[in-house]
C-alpha cells in the first residue's frame, strides 16, 4: 500500500487554467516537502510545510498542510507551459528518517 | 546554499563492470545521505540511506554486495554498482540532508549497462 497517496498522477491542460494537485495519507507528518523534476534532472525544493493548517505560497503556486497534517495541496493558479514537470509530494513521519514519496504528478501545460 | 552534486551526469559501461558514482554536498555537512533510483516516468524508489561513518541502511530487495554504498566524511557519499547488468540501467539520485529537516537532491546519474 502507498503510504503517501497522490492525484492526480496525470494532468494536461491549457495555459491559463488553474489546477490542484492532492496528497494523503493515515498517517501524521512531521513535515512535507514539495519537488518539482525535470526530465533527466534532480528533484528541485519547492517548499516545505511543517505546521498544520500551514499556507505558503510561492508566486503561482499555494501550497496547504493539513490541519492534522496528514494531507497537502498545491494548487498553481494561470498555469504556465514552464510548469510542465513531475511534482512529486514527500512527507517526512519523523526527524531524519527517509522521506516518504508520492508517485508524483506529470503536469503538462499547453500553450 | 544547500548545493548537492553528483559525478558523472551519465555513464555508460559494458555488462559486468562496476561503476562508481559519487555524491557531495557543496556547502552544507550531510550528517545522512539517501540513494534512490528513478524508472522512467515513475517516483523515486529508496535504495538506501547511509550516515557519515557508518554503514548504510538497504532498503527491502536491496542488494547490498550489489550496490555498495560509502559515507567516508560529511560531504562525500559513493554508490558503487558492482558487476552491473542491463536491468541495472536507471536514473540514480542522491539527496543529503543536514541540519535542516529539507532533503536536497543531486541532478542524477543516467547509467546505462549494455
Known amino acids: 500500500t502507498q503510504l503517501l497517496e497522490q492525484s492526480p498522477q496525470f494532468l494536461s491542460i491549457q495555459e491559463g487554467e488553474n489546477l490542484t494537485v492532492y496528497c494523503n495519507s493515515s498517517?501524521?507528518?512531521?513535515?512535507l516537502q514539495w519537488y518539482r523534476q525535470e526530465p533527466g534532472e534532480g528533484p528541485v525544493l519547492l517548499v516545505t510545510?511543517?505546521?498544520?493548517?500551514e499556507v505558503k505560497k510561492l508566486k503561482r503556486l499555494t501550497f496547504q498542510f493539513g490541519d492534522a497534517r496528514k494531507d497537502s495541496s498545491l494548487h498553481i493558479t494561470a498555469a504556465q507551459p514552464g510548469d510542465t514537470g513531475l511534482y512529486l509530494c514527500?512527507?517526512?513521519?519523523?526527524?531524519?528518517?527517509?522521506?516518504?514519496f508520492g508517485k508524483g504528478t506529470r503536469l503538462s501545460v499547453i500553450a | 546554499g544547500a548545493v548537492v552534486s553528483q559525478h558523472p551526469s551519465r555513464v555508460i559501461c559494458k555488462s559486468g563492470t562496476s561503476v562508481k558514482i559519487e555524491c557531495r554536498s557543496l556547502?552544507?555537512?550531510?550528517?545522512?545521505m539517501f540513494w534512490y533510483r528513478q524508472f522512467p516516468k515513475q517516483s523515486l524508489m529508496l535504495m538506501a540511506t547511509?550516515?557519515?561513518?557508518?554503514?548504510?541502511?538497504?532498503e527491502q530487495g536491496v542488494e547490498k554486495d550489489k550496490f555498495l554504498i560509502n559515507h567516508a566524511s560529511l560531504t562525500l557519499s559513493t554508490l558503487t554498482v558492482t558487476s552491473a547488468h542491463p536491468e541495472d540501467s536507471s536514473f540514480y539520485i542522491c539527496?543529503?540532508?543536514?541540519?535542516?529537516?529539507?532533503?536536497?537532491f543531486g541532478p542524477g546519474t543516467r547509467l546505462t549497462v549494455l
Open positions: 539527496s543529503a540532508t543536514g541540519t535542516r529537516v529539507e532533503q536536497f
Open positions: 498517517s501524521v507528518f512531521s513535515s
Open positions: 510545510v511543517v505546521t498544520g493548517g
Open positions: 514527500a512527507g517526512e513521519l519523523s526527524g531524519n528518517t527517509p522521506l516518504v
Open positions: 556547502d552544507f555537512q550531510a550528517t545522512t
Open positions: 547511509s550516515n557519515e561513518g557508518s554503514k548504510a541502511t538497504y
